[in-house]
Nanobody, 119 residues
Framework: QVQLVESGGGLVQAGGSLRLSCAASGSIFSINSMGWYRQAPGKQRELVATITRGGSINYADSVKGRFTISRANAKNTVYLQMNSLKPEDTAVYYC?????????????WGKGTLVTVSS
């Protein structure tokens, strides 16, 4: 099992910045990748950014050049630095970990943290 705890959400004006953190615990050595997803009201959950164990990074086109995903291995923590925020970035942001446990890859999710960007 993997447990994820997010922090860092809040209210910010358009053009501002926020940094989200996600701390993993439990079977951390089974984690192959971690990332951030978001879900806006009335919309489906969508990928924001992911980072693999090997360091490969993937971003949604909508956040490229504005968001940066990084990790601190010693702290088992992944960060999402969000700059130049737009009202359309308003959503609940969820941390995800894909872990190989029990012979299969399983997805684990945090409870989410709300990011609100005012215009």
């Amino acid at each position: 099992q993997v447990q994820l705890v997010e922090s860092g959400g809040g209210l910010v004006q358009a053009g501002g910045s926020l940094r989200l953190s996600c701390a993993a615990s439990g079977s951390i050595f089974s984690i192959n990748s971690m990332g951030w997803y978001r879900q806006a009201p009335g919309k489906q959950r969508e990928l924001v950014a992911t980072i693999t164990r090997g360091g490969s990074i993937n971003y949604a086109d909508s956040v490229k050049g504005r968001f940066t995903i990084s990790r601190a291995n010693a702290k088992n923590t992944v960060y999402l630095q969000m700059n130049s925020l737009k009202p359309e970035d308003t959503a609940v942001y969820y941390c995800n970990a894909a872990a190989f446990i029990g012979g299969t890859t399983r997805d684990y999710w945090g409870k989410g943290t709300l990011v609100t960007v005012s215009s």
